[in-house]
């Protein structure tokens, strides 16, 4: 990058490219580097309270395998055929020593496979720190606030123990703004491709949001703010294409080349579910007040309808793809799914069928991260979307 | 196909199950409230006392794939849009729903008036009863048990279990039962349980002797049938299991090997441990498999999804919500990777196995997902050699019989060739 200019967005995005490709974790293995007594904590998807990682001194690093960039040779053995493919690509990245660098790893509770995973990694790796970050399920929020503030504290405790600093309630406080900050730059972004989609390609924003979990907070937005503001500089031209909101792929992400795919067929993705823990929490955590008691009560009033809880209002699930798509002005919906997910999978019939009542044109598919080909769902989405110019207004 | 012999304990069951059913297939007359819940985590006491009748989903569906139902259950769940690739219990239940919904005696089910989501050990379990709210259009009460992930029951987790039985769960059941809760007729039922329960351990660690006078496994989910469904916590059940453990005791002084739907197996030649469920399409089939090689399961990891009673729990009356939370929690799939190793290991070494099962099913995660590394863990910590072999619940087109034989034959052959000192 030239110095005294500011960065093209061409240049930023081969930043943030070049971190997500790394899958020798390079970002975070210079980090530590330059940071000696540090550590760094991984976690897998959906969520996990990065802000506690923080607040005890670790980097945060996400988790999302090795996508279509990783050839599977050990991970192979530990699962069924069966079994979706992001855990034995995690297991690949970390028998083969990709992730010897993570002192901590927490496991959400996102399905049952990611749960397994938790105990198998204290199996394989017992000098690590793991944690299966169960998330209450009560629909009582104070319940729900009280179990979760009870493993929150935990695991401040914990981290604090693995990485030598037990976090005050300013360092937590601190943490806790910071990430309102994150989310909110997510949401900026977010916002930005959702009025202007010709303008933020949803590859550059991925990548950028894949970069953004392998490298400090700071760091990320200071490179989401200026690709937004590169974004300012270099206006795209506005085409033809239908706008969909991408459900189903907060877990096992999908192939860079399958969401170029979906883009380059005709569609703008003006909404998706892709590494949803970036903005699972809708709104900021309050700063005033006990800050591990304010992310607890953060988590039990979202307001956030995922696959992953349980969504204790029976009409939720019919009414919440007509709220998204009418928030991101879409005209369709393509549920565009990892295979063998039971979360998505199990959610999809109830989720269609809310929008289909509301006629809202849909199609579906299944992929794996480490998908090769892409004609057959540029063929869906490019039919897709010319439906919905042809029969859309009708 | 011969007709499977029945001894007296079985007889009993099924005038039990007869019995139950037809009581829920007059509910709607005679206004008995009905609550379907799962069975890990199953709060049958609870329900009992407030003199509703439980539903076991799971129960169903897996009756349905003995009866040869399923197949076209799961198709009908899979026309409407559910995928090929998730449980085929969810698919089964909801087909079985859809095609008239007559539960195993082929009598009409009831609407349920409550859907007790206890959130046990499956992740399924959460989905499954979203997806039967909106077919009934009916109350759902959710009871997260926090799974032990770090191979305890911690405090705050049990705090967190009560406070949700307190001011949840009970007040969804007052509503929909119309009856006030009552803590003594709570735990008469819990002592019922109790009783019960040092029955079946008795059944279970009959495993030990040799011959066994019990199939741990396929012989066993029949034992196991009426306390992991509605029967625990009644005189019924109490009845049964003492039958029952009469019966296997007998069989245990005359040094007699199980009961099989072909009769008595003799010349006991295999002690196998068993993880996993097993597959009930072809059930008796798959037993078949085992008992004409003279193969005695044991011991099972599948029959303690219900409870892990022979670990000590017993049902304690005089703390009667908390040991409800202590049996949620303690049911098998809420334990660990490393705690279901450990427990594998103990049945290898306490009934002196020289064998050791994974059956792996497609449709269930909290199974099937890190059962090759059990397998590589307990060989290694017991040196005894593990097989693998895959199926699915009640997806018949998931059960290959020449594969599973061929692949059962060649294993019975290793243990025999290690038996002459012919491997390592």
Not at chain 1, 290 to 296: I, N
Not at chain 2, 120 to 143: I, N, S
Not at chain 2, 224 to 235: K, M
Not at chain 2, 245 to 268: H, K, M, Q, S, W
Request: with cysteine; aromatic share 10%; proline share 6%.
């Amino acid at each position: 990058m030239a110095a005294g200019h500011a960065p093209t967005r061409a240049e930023l995005v081969e930043k943030a490219r070049d971190i997500y490709d790394d899958l020798d974790f390079g970002a975070v293995r210079r980090w530590l580097a330059e940071h000696p007594g540090r550590k760094a904590a991984g976690y897998l998807p959906v969520y996990v309270p990065r802000e506690i990682i923080h607040a005890c001194g670790l980097l945060p690093v996400g988790i999302h395998g090795g996508g279509d960039r990783l050839e599977i040779i050990r991970g192979d053995a530990f699962y069924q055929s069966y079994i979706c493919h992001l855990p034995r690509s995690v297991i690949e990245l970390a028998q083969s020593g990709r992730l010897d660098m993570l002192s901590a790893v927490l496991f959400p509770s996102t399905c049952d496979v990611i749960r397994n995973l938790s105990g198998m990694w204290k199996l394989l790796y017992p000098d690590a720190y793991v944690r299966y970050i169960d998330v209450p399920q009560t629909p009582d929020r104070e319940a729900g606030a009280d179990f979760w503030e009870s493993e929150l504290r935990r695991l401040v405790d914990d981290l604090g123990a693995v990485s030598g600093h037990h976090p005050t309630d300013a360092d937590l406080r601190a943490s806790v703004e910071l990430y309102n900050q994150t989310r909110a730059m997510v949401r900026s972004l977010y916002a930005a491709r959702r009025e202007r989609p010709w303008d933020l390609p949803s590859e550059e924003l991925y990548v950028l949001l894949r970069a953004g979990e392998m490298i400090p907070p700071e760091e990320f937005i200071q490179l989401a703010r200026e690709y937004l503001a590169a974004v300012e500089a270099e206006p795209g031209r506005p085409r033809d294409n239908s706008r969909v909101v991408v459900v189903g792929a907060f877990c096992e992400q999908p192939p860079l080349g399958l969401i170029i795919s979906i883009e380059r067929a005709g569609c703008y993705v003006v909404d998706d579910d892709f590494l949803l823990g970036n903005r699972f929490l809708l709104r900021d955590v309050p700063l005033d007040g006990d800050p591990v008691r304010a992310l607890a009560e953060a988590f039990v009033s979202n307001d956030q309808c995922t696959s992953v809880l349980y969504e204790s209002d029976p009409l939720g699930k019919k009414r919440v793809m007509q709220e998204r798509v009418a928030a991101a002005g879409a005209d369709g919906i393509i549920f565009a799914t990892p295979s063998f997910c039971d979360p998505a999978l199990l959610d999809q019939p109830m989720l269609r069928s809310g929008a289909e009542k509301a006629c809202i044109p849909c199609i579906a598919f299944k992929y794996a991260e480490n998908t090769g080909q892409f004609q057959q769902f540029r063929e869906q989405a490019g039919t897709f979307a010319d439906s919905i110019k042809l029969w859309g207004a009708a | 196909m011969a007709e499977a012999l029945k001894d007296r304990s079985m007889l009993l069951q099924k005038e039990m199950l007869a019995r139950h059913f037809e009581r829920l297939a007059r509910a709607p007359e005679t206004g008995e409230p009905v609550v379907y819940t799962f069975v890990p985590g199953n709060l049958t006491e609870l329900i009992r006392s407030f003199d509703a009748l439980p539903v076991l989903p799971e129960i169903n569906a897996l009756q349905s794939g003995m009866r040869k139902l399923s197949g076209d259950y799961i198709a009908e769940a899979e026309r409407a849009g559910h995928s090929e690739d998730v449980c085929t219990y969810v698919k089964c239940d909801i087909g079985m729903m859809r095609s008239g919904n007559l539960g195993p005696g082929g009598l009409k089910l009831p609407k349920p008036d409550l859907l007790l989501l206890s959130y046990t050990g499956c992740y399924t379990f959460m989905k499954w009863f979203e997806l039967l709210r909106e077919e009934y259009d009916c109350p759902t009460v959710m009871f997260h048990v926090p799974y032990q992930g770090d191979g305890v029951l911690e405090p705050e987790h049990r705090s967190y279990m009560l406070r949700q039985l307190r001011e949840q769960v009970i007040p969804a059941l007052e509503k929909a039962t119309g009856r006030k809760y009552d803590e003594d007729k709570l735990r008469h039922h819990l002592a019922l349980s109790a009783k019960a329960e040092d029955d079946l351990v008795a059944v279970l660690q009959a495993g030990k002797n040799r011959p066994s006078p019990i199939d741990g496994y396929f012989g066993t989910v029949y034992y196991v049938g009426p306390i992991f469904s509605a029967f625990r916590g009644t005189e019924e059940g109490v009845e049964y299991y003492r039958t029952l453990r009469a019966e296997v005791e007998e069989r245990a002084a005359l040094g007699l090997g199980p009961i099989t739907p072909d009769g008595p197996l003799e010349g006991e030649r295999y002690r196998l441990v068993v993880e996993g469920p097993p597959n009930w399409t072809s059930f008796r089939d798959f037993w078949k498999m085992f008992s004409d090689e003279k193969a005695v399961v044991v011991a099972s990891t599948y029959t303690k999804v219900g409870g892990t009673y022979d670990f000590g729990f017993r049902h304690d009356p005089s703390d009667p919500l908390g040991t409800l939370a202590d049996y949620c929690s303690g049911c098998y799939t809420n334990l660990n990777l490393p705690s279901r190793i450990d427990m594998i290991c103990r049945y290898i070494e306490e009934y002196q196995a020289d064998g050791f099962l994974i059956n792996s099913v497609k449709s269930c995660n909290s199974f099937s997902a890190g059962q090759l590394m059990i397998l590589r863990e307990v060989e290694k910590r017991t040196g005894i050699p593990g097989a693998f072999i895959e199926s699915d619940l009640v997806d018949p087109r998931y059960f290959s019989a020449a594969n599973i034989k061929n692949r059962l034959e060649s294993y019975f052959q290793m243990i025999d060739a290690r038996r002459l000192g012919k491997t390592a």
